[in-house]
């Protein structure tokens, strides 16, 4: 591209878990948002088995940034080639390898490489490019060593679950609510604080203040919206104090005889932490489990029941 200006990096980090576990990890684009901080949702588009294209939103910088990668996965030679089509602004191309080395049982090395292009008369979008790239490459080799390291762990870590409501009402109310979560604080008792912002048309921060038996927790999530498909997606970019990752999805499907609504949630349980001291859970994992799973889904059923009275209450469907 005339008067494009190419930069590039390598990183590397060593991993005390098997080669296999490490290619995994990075392999799974569908956990991306839950195992790496600045992704907040990833689509696959097309997978054959090796070569895959993916829609990813990813905080960048603090800018939510968006854009199509094409990754090709080689499960042999453990290495994953990525290029971005068409790349997020200011960028003007980028493309680079993840190549995983074994260097005994449980010792492995990570190397990133990649190459990006800005334009050359912009010396700002170099800079920034440069920053967003480096700190973006760092935060995700150092939480991929550390899930990679817990790769025995990770069974009782993730937590997966999703509840579900039968509504008989238009699918359009109940996406409206859910939508709509600023109005929250008036309408559902557990949420006390819920303010909303939507700088980008379909993308909503959010900080929210929820009360449980043992007091008030404030969680602040991006939210993704697509209203066509009757989904939102979501990530907590300051997750609940027990939780060290935790993404979802409401997803409003309709069909002849009504609409089912789902609240899905994926997480990744913190360790040993101060909360779970208090709560006289330190030490005990699957407690801490038990406890997260009844409180999301407690909570995810109350606004469940609440878009159906939403929906079912503005007009009688017969």
């Given at each position: 591209?005339?008067?494009?200006?190419?930069?590039?990096?390598?990183?590397t980090?060593?991993?005390?878990a098997?080669?296999?576990?490490?290619?995994a990890?990075?392999?799974?684009a569908?956990?991306?948002?839950?195992?790496?901080s600045?992704?907040?949702?990833?689509?696959?588009?097309?997978?054959?088995?090796?070569?895959?294209?993916?829609r990813?939103?990813?905080?960048?910088?603090?800018?939510?940034?968006s854009?199509?990668?094409?990754?090709h996965?080689?499960?042999?030679?453990?290495?994953?080639?990525?290029?971005?089509?068409?790349?997020?602004?200011?960028?003007?191309?980028?493309?680079?390898?993840?190549?995983?080395?074994?260097?005994?049982p449980?010792?492995?090395?990570?190397?990133?490489r990649?190459?990006?292009?800005?334009?050359?008369?912009?010396?700002?979008?170099?800079?920034?490019?440069?920053?967003?790239?480096?700190?973006?490459?760092?935060t995700?080799l150092?939480?991929?060593?550390?899930?990679?390291e817990?790769?025995?762990?990770?069974?009782?870590?993730?937590?997966s679950?999703?509840?579900?409501?039968?509504?008989?009402g238009?699918?359009?109310?109940?996406?409206?609510?859910l939508?709509?979560a600023?109005?929250?604080?008036d309408?559902v008792?557990?949420?006390?604080?819920?303010?909303?912002?939507?700088?980008?048309p379909?993308?909503?921060?959010?900080?929210?203040?929820?009360?449980?038996?043992y007091?008030?927790?404030?969680?602040?999530?991006?939210?993704?919206?697509?209203?066509?498909?009757?989904r939102?997606?979501?990530?907590?970019?300051?997750?609940?104090?027990?939780?060290?990752?935790h993404?979802?999805?409401?997803?409003?499907?309709?069909?002849?005889?009504?609409?089912?609504?789902?609240?899905?949630?994926?997480?990744?349980?913190?360790?040993?932490?101060?909360?779970?001291?208090?709560?006289?859970?330190?030490?005990?994992?699957?407690?801490?489990?038990?406890?997260?799973?009844?409180e999301?889904?407690?909570?995810?059923?109350?606004?469940?029941?609440?878009?159906?009275?939403?929906a079912?209450?503005?007009?009688?469907?017969?």
């Open positions: 591209m005339s008067g494009e200006r190419v930069e590039g990096a390598t990183h980090v060593e991993v005390a098997p080669a296999g576990v490490v290619f990890v990075l392999a799974d569908t956990k991306l948002p839950l195992y790496f600045p992704y907040v949702h990833a689509e696959r588009l097309q997978f054959d088995g090796a070569t895959e294209r993916l990813l939103w990813t905080l960048v910088d603090g800018q939510l940034k854009w199509t990668s094409r990754r996965l080689d499960a042999v030679r453990r290495r994953i080639d990525f290029r971005q089509e068409p790349p997020a602004a200011p960028l003007t191309s980028m493309s680079g390898t993840l190549q995983v080395t074994e260097h005994g449980r010792r492995t090395e990570l190397q990133l990649y190459h990006y292009g800005v334009d050359a008369a912009r010396p700002a979008d170099r800079a920034w490019a440069e920053r967003a790239a480096h700190d973006t490459s760092r995700q150092a939480e991929l060593k550390s899930y990679a817990r790769w025995n762990r990770l069974d009782d870590l993730v937590l679950f999703e509840e579900a409501v039968r509504v008989h238009p699918a359009e109310l109940v996406y409206d609510f939508y709509r600023g109005d929250w604080p309408l008792p557990h949420v006390t604080r819920a303010d909303l912002r939507e700088d980008t379909g993308v909503q921060h959010m900080t929210v203040e929820t009360l449980t038996e007091g008030c927790h404030s969680t602040d999530s991006v939210r993704i919206c697509f209203p066509h498909a009757g939102i997606v979501h990530k907590q970019t300051v997750p609940h104090v027990l939780l060290e990752a993404t979802g999805e409401w997803s409003v499907v309709p069909d002849e005889r009504g609409v089912t609504v789902l609240a899905q949630h994926s997480v990744v349980l913190r360790e040993d932490g101060p909360a779970a001291a208090a709560l006289g859970h330190h030490g005990d994992l699957a407690r801490t489990r038990r406890h997260v799973r009844e999301l889904g407690r909570d995810s059923r109350a606004l469940l029941a609440h878009a159906k009275r939403h079912e209450s503005a007009v009688r469907m017969l």
